[in-house]
T-cell receptor
Framework: EDQVTQSPEALRLQEGESSSLNCSYTVSGLRGLFWYRQDPGKGPEFLFTLYSAGEEKEKERLKATLTKKESFLHITAPKPEDSATYLCAVQARWNNDMRFGAGTRLTVKP | GAVVSQHPSRVICKSGTSVKIECRSLDFQATTMFWYRQFPKQSLMLMATSNEGSKATYEQGVEKDKFLINHASLTLSTLTVTSAHPEDSSFYIC??????????????FGPGTRLTVL
């Protein structure tokens, strides 16, 4: 069965303090790994899709990387507005649905 | 592009009544839409996959007679919570699947609907 495990569960950073979020996965044939950002009371906002090991994508202060077993979301010099829950999800080759991890709640203090 | 809307954003109803939630893809066509449920501080739980023109596929443990899904067009899926009870109170989120390239699909999410059953 496909599984997604995110760590840490919660992360508190000072503004400017860079760090990484981890997403470990097992899936029978990866079609894609997705990162979303979710603010309280809102739907997830799409950030990145990674399709193969070694792939990297960047958007502002965020950079996502992918290996055969895990993905990292690196946050460089975060700002308070980066505070949110970051969700990782995997999609198998055989279907269109996704399995989500529990998320990492990021808090960036000014 | 890839905007998904949900209506209503919040609904409060009495126990025993039915509530319909609409999910629309505004700038693309979606043959597949998904319905999720999210409890406070928990991740998204997939309830069902909605395919245009065919019956929805429900996840194990989700009552299909209680959560009625209709996907009548390529831009609209509806979720009806029938005979709602307080334990159905939750945050319901839909997503629409959009092809990005070849066999790759990305899900774009709506803003969610907060259901409170009194």
């Amino acid at each position: 069965e496909d599984q997604v495990t995110q760590s840490p569960e919660a992360l508190r950073l000072q503004e400017g303090e860079s760090s990484s979020l981890n997403c470990s996965y097992t899936v029978s044939g990866l079609r894609g790994l997705f990162w979303y950002r979710q603010d309280p009371g809102k739907g997830p906002e799409f950030l990145f899709t990674l399709y193969s090991a070694g792939e990297e994508k960047e958007k502002e202060r965020l950079k996502a990387t992918l290996t055969k077993k895990e993905s990292f979301l690196h946050i460089t010099a975060p700002k308070p507005e980066d505070s949110a829950t970051y969700l990782c999800a995997v999609q198998a080759r055989w279907n269109n649905d996704m399995r989500f991890g529990a998320g990492t709640r990021l808090t960036v203090k000014p | 592009g890839a905007v998904v809307s949900q209506h209503p954003s919040r609904v409060i109803c009495k126990s025993g009544t039915s509530v319909k939630i609409e999910c629309r893809s505004l700038d693309f066509q979606a043959t597949t839409m998904f319905w999720y449920r999210q409890f406070p501080k928990q991740s998204l739980m997939l309830m069902a996959t909605s395919n245009e023109g065919s019956k929805a596929t429900y996840e194990q443990g989700v009552e299909k007679d209680k959560f009625l899904i209709n996907h009548a067009s390529l831009t609209l899926s509806t979720l009806t919570v029938t005979s709602a009870h307080p334990e159905d109170s939750s945050f319901y989120i839909c997503s629409a699947s959009r092809s990005t390239s070849g066999s790759h699909y990305t899900q774009y999410f709506g803003p969610g609907t907060r259901l409170t059953v009194l």
